[in-house]
């Protein structure tokens, strides 16, 4: 091949590199923006379980401060559990939850509505967090949502992670269950959690790439 030959490959070569690094710079500041709207909306939140009762069904769900039953017991205002629910009802596109165990019916409801929208929905969960009562995730499968089950190992799934939109990470030592939100597991008071939800891009690129690997074990 002739020098004017390579030098032009090359050439060519360092212009197609130069668009390729340009269009990357662009579609990454484009995301960093949305992540950063995301973030400001629903991002930088600390919630602390348990709820200092048991919330309102009606209102958790429609997040709002009353139900419209006058003489309805139960919480109303704001709750973790409530913040806990707007945050992931408000996937636009997906929702990916990876967690121990699910036996709050609340959650449940708020991952079947999530996908009932025509939201990607997935889950991963601990085979023998599965077997536990009030478990939900049969409804999730009966509700058409795939669920991955970890019963390949001997160790266990204990992850507690959403990803809402891939641009908002739950993530805390938070138990989905009931008895972790209102704080009484077999007459005695359950141990404090918490949650925290965030949009560093850092944090959610490693639990993004750690949903993967886990769906693809």
């Known amino acids: 091949m002739r020098v004017a030959d390579v030098l032009a490959v090359a050439f060519g070569v360092s212009v197609l590199t130069e668009v390729a690094y340009f269009i990357y710079i662009k579609v990454t500041a484009k995301k960093k923006r949305h992540l950063s709207k995301k973030a400001a909306a629903f991002g930088n939140q600390v919630i602390f379980f348990p709820d200092r009762g048991v919330a309102c069904p009606k209102a958790t769900h429609d997040d709002s401060d009353t139900c419209g039953n006058p003489q309805c017991c139960f919480l109303h205002g704001r709750t973790s559990l409530r913040t806990l ?27 079947i509505g999530t996908h009932q929208r025509g939201r990607a929905v997935r889950v991963i969960t601990e085979a023998e967090g599965s077997d536990t ?3 939900q995730i049969g409804r999730l499968r009966e509700a058409g949502i795939p669920v991955r089950v970890n019963n390949h190992s001997s160790f ?10 891939r641009e908002l990470l739950i993530s805390g030592s938070f138990n989905w269950t009931r008895q972790a939100i209102t704080g009484v597991i077999g007459g005695r008071g359950s141990d404090p959690e918490n949650e925290c939800a965030g949009g560093s891009v850092r944090r959610l690129i490693a639990y993004v790439a750690l949903m993967a690997r886990s769906l693809d074990y």
């Open 85 to 111: 629910v707007h945050t992931l009802t408000s996937a636009e596109r997906t929702l990916d939850v990876c967690v121990y165990m699910i036996t709050c019916d609340t959650l449940g409801d708020a991952i």
């Open 133 to 135: 009562p009030g478990s």
């Open 156 to 165: 266990l799934m204990h992850h507690k992670f959403a990803l809402v939109d």
